[in-house]
């Protein structure tokens, strides 16, 4: 079955230290890959996706079609970064959104 | 443009009952998903409308149906509520039905089955 997997229900860093929130996924075609971002008490919201190639607040995330991966990556984590932090797939042809279980990022002054 | 707005907010509803859930997309926004968000999880796709026609459906039971408005305003009905069916439930809008589109979400609708 299609699936989004994110290991982590938790991670936290201290300020300043690179961030790698894992997201994989199991889909043998091409699938669309997001990350959503869900800061306190505001809405789910599109940080970046896979097809754009762009850097959002200093996240990045490259799609790995070989490991079915799409981790999101920051060099330096800033306390503004603390979120829950969801990865999401499209599957082509069918309109259907898959989100993983979420990963709270806690950054640590 | 004040986003994507659902109503109601709250909701509490005893087993057997029926609801309602109401959202108005973004102005512009063609395309209408619905999830539902189980405490502790990510959001479960359960419908999405473009143009006022379902073009996606996730695994839900039949009890859950949806429509939308010609003014792509759209409605979430949940028959025979089950305790299981207590959770968030969000909408987003999106410019077109197109994959890949990006999708703006609304604050959601918490709803309690008792």
């Known amino acids: 079955a299609q699936r989004v997997t994110q290991p982590e229900k938790l991670l936290s860093v201290f300020k300043g230290a690179p961030v790698e929130l894992k997201c994989n996924y199991s889909?043998?075609?091409?699938?669309?890959l997001f990350w959503y971002v869900q800061y306190s008490r505001q809405r789910l919201q599109l940080l970046l996706r896979?097809?754009s190639r762009e850097s959002i607040k200093g996240f990045t995330a490259d799609l790995n079609k070989g490991e079915t991966s799409f981790h999101l990556k920051k060099p330096f984590a800033q306390e503004e970064d603390s979120a829950m932090y969801y990865c999401?797939?499209?599957?082509?042809?069918?309109?259907?959104?898959?989100f993983g279980t979420g990963t709270r990022l806690k950054v640590l002054a | 443009d004040a986003g994507v707005t659902q109503s109601p907010t709250h909701l509490i509803k005893t087993r057997g009952q029926h609801v309602t859930l109401r959202c108005s997309p973004i102005?512009?926004?063609?395309?209408v998903s619905w999830y539902q968000q189980v405490l502790g999880q990510g959001p479960q796709f359960i419908f999405q409308?473009?143009?006022?026609?379902?073009?996606g459906r996730g695994n839900f039971p039949d009890r859950f149906s949806a429509r939308q408005f010609p003014n792509y305003s759209s409605e979430l009905n949940v028959n025979a509520l089950l305790l299981g069916d207590s959770a968030l439930y969000l909408c987003?809008?999106?410019?077109?039905?197109?994959?890949?589109?990006?999708?703006?979400f609304g604050p959601g609708t918490r709803l309690t089955v008792l």
């Open positions: 999401a797939l499209c599957w082509p042809g069918t309109y259907k959104y898959i």
């Open positions: 102005s512009g926004h063609k395309s």
């Open positions: 987003a809008s999106s410019p077109m039905g197109v994959l890949g589109n990006e999708q703006f």
């Open positions: 409308y473009y143009e006022k026609e379902e073009r």
């Open positions: 896979h097809i």
């Open positions: 889909y043998s075609g091409s699938p669309e």
